[in-house]
């Protein structure tokens, strides 16, 4: 019978199949049967209730079935703090006293919306219907400023007489950056730095020599661009940190806006990994006493426009490598080479501009003084003390370590052990203790999730204040007397506590309700270990399975990629179901979706992080086929023969590797604005984790292995390839140079343009219904409902 060596068929073309049923039905007696169609939930054909369904576990539709899982806490003193939590009937306020554990409602709704009604008696408001924003409180919590219907108000909350702010009609400038006692928004105006005062209305311009491509505070070079300047306040909110940038040399990238009659030229200068240092934008650093209008500039410079960890030169406002010291007369910052090999901490004197190196590291791969991308460096000068804080990873993991001021001489190991530091969270200089979030000290959990600990800095007393289970974010009292804790896992739901000093639980503040969330068909991923390429490293991941699962059917396997080097496919181990939503939504189609963080993903040492440095092109995608078939082998309803992949950004170029490079394993993959070569992409980012750029004799260079267009002939499997045509983060033009080579190779792949999107397009509504229309079709072999609708 022929219905053997059907399946076998699928992927042969027309020739190659009449000459294998040929070969395989030879007898005259044979007849060919037509092989059952390969069926789901029963159907012979996909219809819209599975799309449905799939569309109601979508990111978009599952965060507002959440409840009291986000606590925004502001401490007003060591005793008293208020927060705000989501809730079915709105956003809630309440008071709670550390001394007498008491928690009530920050304002009484009834008679703050009688207050209100009685200060404006044009436009009632009831307290079912009353919004309100932008809130201050007193730090008696007596007083409290909010904003209704557009006006700012001011409440006495014993006697809720409610007044109008003075109406001083005194806006920010857009895309102003404020200070920190909200005295003044600095802003750009005609490539220079001005600020605006909040209490006066007067804009005070701040430098007169900003010009074209070489402006104050500008933000212009990596993944994103904007208005907003880039800069770092001092504390007491009158000194500012900044630059100028200089990006005259710089050579420009183009893109084509999509207009009627002729496309529109967009035009902005953006390195590239074989520019030459005279080619790449270079900050000349300043610093500006606001009061005084007067301008320091700092000496021993240009500086390279990098920060020493990933990714991006702000965190938060704050432009990250910047702290003011000496009473704001001198500033520490932390200088780092193009290469990221080498960082250097500097002191700059601030009234003559004279700088004085502290403290110089090198590493062989690349620096990290903070292991979460966006974390803020983990380094802090302690001047009064006469020493500094250095996070380091010469002992493979990432340690803090104490330093002598003016030698820069090592004085002891602040933490020591194989796990990582991940943020500094409060440092007491008058008592020596650090107060910091790490992973992996305990070898019975997850080795990601980050529990709070503190520290003195001889490197005695490590404590641990959240023993619970779980991934911990925290907000600490003035005097670390406190904590608010949120912790979760991702298969448990958040829960917020007060806890003392000693992570003794005081009161338990919030516990997050899933319930609509479970009624609407949601379910908790299921972690997994598995052991990477070589055998012996340990990998984790979650798995997602569909809502009606089977276990007695067979389920093909997606994998949902994000490769790294700055963060990996899984990310925080809490709850985190937004982030989550379009793997289960994808799940709900039938299939096993799994994101696993594979080697080259940070959190784990430096080795595990650095192991495909030179080919980012490698992608752990080894390690994730690993993972997939031990994954196949604990579980007999995953179909390993039908495995895909799919991702966006990084994990487009992954997808798009995994389809040329292991065509045997992956037969589908979505690769959605990839950067498919890195010489094409932001400078920053290749020169970091694929290294320098370097050509040689032969004609390639040192990004020649990881330039997909050069990998083309791999291709076995279904591709689908998207890309935005006004992305400028992954600017197209790689994309088009793979879509030429595949061209000229005569491979089959299909193809989906954005016009006018940026990076962004990923959870589009037409994105998503071709990435699943594509799955359904390939995976099940089945013809997915026309042209999908998503609510």
Not at 85 to 114: C, I, K, M, W
Not at 330 to 353: H, Q
Not at 509 to 522: K, N, Q, T, V
Not at 747 to 776: C, I, Q
Request: glycine share 8%; net charge negative.
């Amino acid at each position: 019978m022929i219905q053997h060596c059907c399946p076998s068929l699928l992927k042969a073309g027309l020739v190659g199949a009449l000459v294998m049923i040929a070969a395989a039905c030879s007898t005259p007696s044979a007849v060919v049967e037509t092989p059952e169609p390969v069926r789901i939930y029963g159907l012979p054909a996909f219809d819209e209730a599975h799309y449905e369904r799939a569309d109601a576990m979508l990111s978009r539709n599952v965060m507002g079935l959440v409840f009291r899982d986000r606590v925004n806490t502001t401490w007003l003193s060591e005793s008293l703090f208020w927060y705000s939590v989501n809730a079915p009937e709105g956003t809630e306020y309440h008071l709670v006293n550390t001394q007498t554990l008491s928690t009530n409602p920050l304002f009484d709704r009834e008679r703050l919306a009688a207050g209100l009604n009685t200060a404006d008696s044009e436009n009632e408001v009831s307290a079912d219907n009353l919004v309100v924003s932008q809130i201050t409180v007193s730090g008696d919590a007596r007083y409290m400023e909010f904003r209704h219907d557009g006006k700012l108000w001011y409440v006495d909350l014993e006697s809720y007489e409610v007044t109008p702010q003075k109406p001083d009609n005194i806006t920010a400038p857009r895309s102003a950056v404020f200070s920190p006692d909200a005295r003044y928004a600095a802003f750009i105006q005609d490539y220079n730095l001005w600020v605006r005062d909040m209490h006066t209305g007067d804009d005070i311009q701040l430098t007169t020599d900003g010009s074209h491509r070489f402006g104050y505070s500008t933000d212009s070079q990596g993944w994103t661009r904007s208005a907003r300047p880039i800069l770092k306040w001092s504390r007491e909110g009158y000194m500012i940190s900044t630059y100028q940038l200089d990006e005259r040399n710089v050579p420009e990238m183009h893109i084509l806006r999509t207009a009627q009659n002729r496309p529109e030229l967009v035009s902005w200068p953006y390195a590239i990994p074989s520019d030459p240092d005279d080619q790449v934008p270079m900050h000349h650093r300043v610093v500006i006493d606001v009061q005084n209008q007067v301008l320091v500039r700092l000496q021993g410079g240009p500086y390279h426009q990098r920060t020493s960890n990933c990714c991006g030169l702000t965190r938060g406002n704050d432009w990250a490598d910047n702290q003011f010291i000496d009473g704001n007369r001198k500033l520490a910052f932390v200088a780092t080479s193009r290469d990221y090999k080498e960082v250097t901490l500097k002191i700059a004197d601030l009234r003559t501009g004279e700088i004085r190196d502290i403290f110089h590291e090198r590493d062989e791969i690349f620096i990290e003084t903070n292991l979460n991308s966006r974390g803020v460096p983990n380094w802090r000068v302690l001047y009064e003390r006469g020493q500094f804080i250095w996070f380091s990873r010469e002992s493979d993991w990432g340690h803090l370590y104490l330093h002598d001021l003016a030698t820069g001489e090592r004085l002891n190991s602040i933490t020591e052990g194989t796990w990582n530091v991940s943020d500094i969270l409060r440092l007491d200089e008058e008592t020596g203790r650090i107060w910091f979030t790490a992973v992996g000290i305990d070898p019975d959990k997850d080795p990601y999730e980050e529990y709070v600990y503190s520290v003195l800095l001889d490197g005695t007393g490590l404590s641990l204040h959240t023993p619970d289970t779980g991934h911990h974010s925290v907000s600490l009292s003035p005097e670390a007397g406190f904590l608010v804790d949120t912790y979760s896992t991702v298969n448990s739901a958040p829960v917020t506590v007060l806890r003392d000093s000693f992570g003794e639980i005081l009161l338990t503040l919030e516990e997050a309700d899933l319930s609509r969330l479970f009624e609407a068909g949601w379910q908790f991923p299921t972690p997994f270990s598995a052991k990477a390429r070589d055998g012996e490293t340990e990998i984790f991941g979650l798995m997602f399975k569909p809502a009606d699962f089977d276990p007695n059917k067979r389920y093909p396997i997606i994998n949902s990629i994000y490769p790294g080097p700055q963060i990996g496919s899984v990310g925080t181990r809490g709850f985190a179901h937004s982030r989550r939503g379009q793997a289960q939504a994808l799940a709900e189609l039938g299939f096993i979706v799994v994101q696993i963080d594979a080697l080259g993903t940070p959190m784990r040492s430096r080795s595990f992080h650095a192991a495909y440095l030179g080919d980012m092109s490698d992608n752990g995608l080894p390690d994730q086929i690993a993972a997939m078939q031990q994954l196949a082998a604990q579980h007999d309803f995953i179909d390993i023969s039908r495995a895909a992949i799919y991702g966006h950004s990084g994990g487009g170029f992954a997808t798009a590797t995994a389809l040329f490079n292991h065509g045997d394993f992956f037969m589908a993959g979505v690769a959605g604005a990839g950067n498919m070569d890195n010489r094409g992409y932001t400078f920053y980012w290749g020169e970091k984790f694929q290294g320098p750029f370097e050509r040689f004799d032969d004609g390639t260079d040192s990004f020649t292995n990881q330039a997909l267009q050069h990998q083309v002939e791999g291709l076995t499997g279904h591709l689908l390839i998207s890309y935005g045509t006004m992305d400028t983060n992954v600017h197209p033009n790689t994309t088009l140079q793979l879509i030429d080579a595949l061209i000229a190779a005569n491979k089959d792949f299909e193809l989906v343009v954005m016009p006018n999107r940026g990076h962004g397009y990923a959870n589009e509504s037409y994105k998503l219904r071709r990435t699943w229309d594509f799955f359904v079709r390939h995976l099940h072999e089945m013809e997915p409902p026309r042209e999908y609708r998503f609510r």
